[in-house]
């Protein structure tokens, strides 16, 4: 017992006790800050993730939009409803289901 209350007595000691829970709780970069920066970077990389794979899609159309006439007109008439003179273009929607 007279060994924990010299070493409670000892200012090195208390000096690093407050040290250690002011880098803890009251700095700027304590351990609730951290935990927020580790969550946003695991979102980050998700996006980086998601955005890479998206690229890819749209680079791998971009491709074949330019090398191949008969995909860009079928891209052309899907996705911007464009027609040749003597056509008529009817859309169809399915109803989704609740």
Do not use: P
């Not at 998700?46 to 939009?65: I, R």
Request: aromatic residues 16%; hydrophobic residues 40%.
């Amino acid at each position: 017992m007279k060994r924990l209350f010299d070493l409670i007595k000892n200012k090195f000691f208390l000096a690093t006790v407050a040290f250690v829970i002011w880098m803890i709780f009251f700095d700027k970069n304590d351990l609730f800050s951290q935990y927020e920066y580790h969550q946003q970077l695991s979102k980050l990389k998700q996006e980086q993730q998601f955005y890479k794979t998206e690229t890819e899609k749209v680079n791998n159309d971009l491709d074949e939009l330019t090398s191949d006439k008969v995909k860009l007109e079928k891209f052309a008439r899907e996705k911007y409803l464009m027609k040749k003179d003597n056509e008529d273009v009817f859309v169809i929607e399915h109803e989704k289901k609740q």
